[in-house]
């Protein structure tokens, strides 16, 4: 009886592995459509994420646009062209005059002083223009005293000033602060001029 037993068992296992053995290649169609299905769920979420990051980006330039267009707008409400006075420097030099720092003051008044990077200085003497200062004004006569402080020649420090009287009508006006080598004199020169 044992004996029947064990052929019984064994008969058993052979046909559940006969049937394992005959439902394998169905479970094998089942896991190649499930990894198509994956591979199809995959390419839609990296297409969906391109759309998102393409919305991102544009977003993104619609948001710097507003930005600029806020900040002329701050600019023009802050300093309307009749009023407006704005300050520039400018750079000519080579050997007479390394720039530290810039002071001015309009109308006996304070109202900028810039000490120079040497990166910002080096952009300067390349032919870059600073924005010092931008004010508004009243129409009339002004004073402006701007004064300049860096290594003159033989390395030695340097503070000059320069004045200016202008008249300010209406409508904005430009004055730029040049500073350029004067070789006769082997020094720098300090001017001041309105621009038309």
Do not use: C
Not at 5 to 19: F, V
Not at 138 to 159: C, I
């Amino acid at each position: 009886m044992t004996r029947t037993l064990i052929i019984l068992i064994a008969t058993a296992a052979l046909a559940s592995g006969g049937a394992a053995i005959a439902q394998d290649p169905e479970s094998t169609d089942g896991a190649v459509a499930a990894a198509r299905d994956a591979g199809e769920a995959e390419a839609v979420s990296r297409e969906r994420f391109r759309e998102l990051d393409k919305d991102v980006q544009a977003l993104k330039k619609e948001v710097l646009d507003l930005n600029r267009d806020l900040f002329l707008l701050e600019e023009e409400l802050l300093f309307p062209a009749n009023s407006q006075v704005a300050f520039f420097l400018s750079l000519d030099v080579g050997e007479y005059f390394e720039l530290d720092s810039v002071q001015l003051r309009i109308d006996g008044k304070e109202v900028a002083n810039y000490l120079y990077t040497a990166r910002e200085a080096d952009a300067l003497a390349r032919g870059g223009v600073h924005r010092v200062h931008m004010a508004n004004l009243k129409t009339g006569e002004h004073e402006l005293v701007a004064v300049f402080t860096g290594k003159g020649p033989h390395l030695r420090d340097y503070r000059r000033g320069a004045t200016m009287t202008f008249e300010k009508g209406i409508g904005a006006r430009y004055v730029e602060l040049e500073i350029t080598d004067r070789v006769k004199k082997q020094q720098p020169e300090f001017v001041i001029r309105e621009w038309e």
